[in-house]
């Protein structure tokens, strides 16, 4: 599964990690753990990053292992900033309210009261 793809079917906010196990020892750790703004990017686009990164940032390198354009790189790179960017956007207050109802922390008629 991609990471990137991790969103809720029913009401469409991100979906969070709670178990990680290791595959050879079986040790696990449970939790809420948060999936980073890179980790989101699909696979193709974190390939790109690193890639980026990996060349310390040459954009003539980067037109050189891709085969692409200079201006192609560019607007590449400009779309995965936007992309990383949306992921810091405050959640609206509704979103909110229905995270904490679905963690439990609030009741049902309580998110109702809320979302007016």
């Given amino acids: 599964m991609d990471i990137a793809d991790t969103k809720c079917s ?6 969070r990690i709670e178990r990680l196990r290791c595959r050879r020892c079986n040790v696990q750790l449970e939790g809420d753990f948060e999936v980073s703004s890179l980790g989101r990017l699909s696979m193709e686009n974190q390939v790109f ?11 003539k390198q980067m037109e050189r292992l891709f085969g692409i354009s ?17 992921s810091f956007e405050a ?5 909110m309210v229905l995270e904490k109802l679905s963690r439990g922390e ?11």
């Fill in 91 to 95: 959640p609206s207050p509704n979103s």
């Fill in 10 to 15: 029913g009401c469409g906010l991100p979906l």
């Fill in 70 to 86: 200079y201006p192609t790189v560019k607007n590449r790179l400009a779309a995965i900033v936007e992309e990383i960017d949306r």
């Fill in 49 to 59: 990053v690193a890639a980026f990164l990996r060349s310390h940032g040459s954009i």
């Fill in 106 to 116: 609030i009741s049902f008629d309580e998110a109702m009261r809320r979302l007016g």
